[in-house]
């Protein structure tokens, strides 16, 4: 890879960042028997129709994770890759009840995500955020338990909440109320909308739960009025072309959005969602918009100055991580 820009990643889940190799030696680790013999095979199951098809996998997959160091393993390995491709900071999701309901205590997630995200300045020169995703397909009750039984680790470890998983049929304001809870605990507010979903999930996820960024939101430029919502507040949004691809939101890459929304003024982010399972990392990513969209330097640029306006750093943080950006020479 020659010399990445600079870039903030908001929009990861670390449960997709689990690589087949991780998976099976987890699997070994533990005594999980998969159905795939090697890592070959488990990467020719990677190819979806849908968010569905792929949620179906990312979740059975997740049976490798059990102790507190797969989870420190799952993050450092994430961390390594990340760094290597650019990225400066990291606000990361996890999806809590997905570990909780195969009987993997929550202290166990987080003391092992914790651990590796604490080490990370030092290790991979990476600060983080760590956001905690209700899954918008489970009923909104474990959703207010799970929030609950977070709240230890509110303010010293997870800084926000979002919604993630099966988008259609699952309307953000299922979730008000624990998005209310959310904010009167000092939390920040993210949300998955506008993936799969329509443009009414984004004036919901916006005017219902009070979000301060979507997560993907490509379905936003349907509606004009919305588009012009977002721009005039400049609300930040977390695309991410090769999972829009790889779940067939968006035909090919040469026809994602991502120049009409830049065109549109829209406060445009590029991420990986789940690298391991959509072909590439963040600065991939960013290869693939250069290769085939044609997206030139100065766009590039501005996709990672908004990288680090979008996130949760604080302002003199920013500052810097900008200044690194506006210096950067693309070799
Ligand atoms: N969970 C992990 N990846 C996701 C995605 N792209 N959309 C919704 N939920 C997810
Ligand atoms: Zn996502």
Request: proline share 6%.
């Amino acid at each position: 890879m020659t010399n990445p820009v600079p870039k903030a990643e908001l929009h990861l889940h670390i449960e997709g960042t689990l690589e087949p190799e991780l998976t099976l030696a987890l699997a070994g680790r533990n005594g999980v028997e998969l159905p795939y013999a090697n890592a070959e095979e488990l990467r020719a199951a990677y190819a979806f129709e849908d968010l569905q098809s792929f949620l179906d996998l990312y979740y059975a997959l997740m049976a490798v994770l059990r102790t507190e160091q797969d989870f420190a393993d799952l993050a450092d390995a994430y961390l390594a890759r990340a760094a290597a491709q650019g990225v400066r900071h990291a606000e990361i999701f996890f999806d809590p009840q997905a570990h909780t309901a195969r009987g993997v205590e929550l202290a166990t997630v987080l003391d092992g995500l914790g651990r590796a995200l604490a080490a990370a300045p030092e290790r991979h020169g990476i600060t983080t955020r760590l956001i905690m995703c209700f899954l918008r397909d489970e009923p909104v009750e474990s959703a207010r338990a799970t929030f609950e039984a977070a709240r230890p680790w509110f303010g010293s470890l997870i800084t926000a909440v979002g919604l993630d998983s099966a988008e259609v049929g699952h309307p953000p304001a299922k979730f008000r109320e624990v998005y209310d809870l959310a904010r009167e605990a000092g939390l920040r507010l993210v949300a998955h909308a506008g993936e799969e979903g329509p443009p009414e999930y984004v004036w919901e996820a916006l005017d219902v739960l009070g979000v301060e960024r979507v997560d993907h939101g490509i379905r936003s430029m349907e509606d004009p009025a919305l588009v012009e919502r977002l721009a005039r507040e400049q609300v930040p949004l977390t695309v991410c072309p090769f999972s829009n691809v790889r779940l067939r939101c968006v035909k090919t890459l040469a026809e994602h959005p991502l120049p009409r929304m830049l065109e549109a003024g829209l406060l445009v982010t590029v991420n990986s969602d789940d690298p391991s399972y959509f072909g590439g990392y963040v600065d991939d990513n960013f290869r693939g918009l250069r290769e085939e969209l044609g997206l030139g330097e100065e766009e590039l640029r501005r996709l990672a100055a908004n990288s680090f306006r979008a996130s949760f750093l604080p302002e003199r943080e920013r500052e810097a991580h900008l200044k690194a950006v506006e210096a950067h020479r693309f070799a």
